[in-house]
């Protein structure tokens, strides 16, 4: 994003569905009703955020925001690619509009995140990734544990938002997100978890599944191996690496425009935003030094430095929360990004889930909770 834009927002503790600074919204029903129920209880959060959203545009294209919109949705086939391969979810995104208020084609984009910035070739972008096995308790079996922090333009700081999401044939989700957006990370009822960080070095296409899409058709899958095989049935629209974690283990796989490449086997997962062992890359991109400024490799080393520091839950709080090693990412005048969100699963079925909805050196982390059968209840403790 353009360091002429703005620092960012302010970040309230409190508005629709807050608790503690927590702004949590539990929806159930077909994708129109859930969206509905979204845009409608976070309608001024994200009026307020798509107008700074807007803004950004056009600083950055010289260009009015509408009309830039309809150029990137003329020029692509992200929307009847996500229309025709997850026609529940793009009714959520009708659904947002609607109990919004805001023009469709705006929401629609604004869900294609990692689609846009990767049209504009965007460098500002990272996100970190760390799973491992820890000893759970009095437990003598080692469990599995995965914790991400999302790095975003620091002007969508306070549109933090989670989602509960109550799903009638699968597995219930928790999906931390943004105000506007159907989701960025999450975890389901059955212990299946879903973190990613964008990879703009593998190649993309003008079409495809794009990711928010991916994210949320993974979760309802209820374990790793049938998310995997999801994986490699569908066309992807942009470079991207997932972990998915489930009781047995972690895996990760860097998926493009050419397919999608498993990672190797390992008690241990660490990822930022450089290819690991994907044979794909983009003849267009210019070469992992264009990479740097978002500090890829120096959050690689944070993650490898921490590695043993992961014995017990809530060790990923400390390491994801630190600024010292690259981690927890700070907004610069050259780079006005920052960690949007944290969350640390321990991928038990039901997971524990904890999660600091904003900079994690910064905010309070909250428990989400489940009842005994995986269902959801209550909020945040």
Not at 258 to 270: F, Y
Not at 274 to 294: C, K, M, R, T, V
Request: proline content about 6%.
């Amino acid at each position: 994003m353009d360091s002429r834009n703005f620092s960012g927002p302010p970040k309230p503790d409190s508005g629709p569905g807050s608790a503690g600074g927590l702004r949590l919204l539990r929806v159930e029903g077909d994708g129109v009703a859930r969206g509905n129920a979204h845009g409608e209880e976070f309608r001024d959060l994200i009026g307020d955020a798509m107008e700074r959203w807007r803004e950004s545009l056009a600083l950055r294209e010289n260009m009015a925001a509408k009309e830039y919109i309809e150029d990137f949705l003329s020029s692509t086939g992200f929307a009847a690619s996500a229309k025709e391969l997850s026609p529940d979810l793009f009714g959520e995104v009708e659904g947002i509009a609607a109990g919004s208020g805001q023009p469709f084609h705006d929401v629609l984009v604004y869900n294609l995140m990692d689609e846009e910035w990767r049209y504009e070739r965007d460098p500002n972008i990272g996100c970190s990734t760390i799973g491992t096995f820890i000893q759970d308790g009095g437990k003598n079996t080692a469990t599995a544990v995965l914790g991400q922090n999302m790095d975003l333009p620091a002007a969508m700081g306070g549109s933090q938002i989670v989602l509960q999401i109550e799903s009638g044939d699968g597995p219930d989700q928790i999906v931390l997100s943004g105000a506007g957006m159907i989701g960025l990370l999450g975890v389901n009822a059955a212990g299946l978890a879903v973190c990613v960080n964008t990879l703009r070095a593998l190649p993309a296409a003008t079409e495809g599944l794009p990711v928010a899409f991916v994210i949320r058709e993974l979760l309802l899958r209820r374990d790793a191996a049938a998310a995997s095989d999801y994986l490699a049935s569908i066309p992807h629209a942009s470079g991207q690496h997932y972990t998915l974690g489930d009781p047995m283990g972690i895996r990760g796989y860097e998926c493009s425009s050419e397919g999608c490449v498993a990672g190797p086997a390992s008690r241990n997962l660490l990822h930022t935003n450089h290819i690991l062992w994907s044979p794909y890359e983009d003849d267009a991109n210019q070469g992992l030094h264009a990479f740097e400024a978002h500090g890829t490799h120096t959050r690689m080393s944070g993650l490898q430095g921490g590695l043993d520091q992961i014995r017990s839950l809530g060790d990923m709080q400390r390491l994801l929360s630190a600024t010292d090693n690259g981690l927890c990412v700070l907004p610069t005048p050259a780079r006005p990004a920052e960690t949007f969100c944290a969350a640390e699963f321990l991928l038990t079925a039901p997971p524990v889930v904890r999660i600091a909805p904003g900079r994690p050196d910064q905010t309070r982390w909250h428990t989400i909770a489940w009842n005994d059968a995986g269902n959801l209840r209550g909020g945040a403790n």
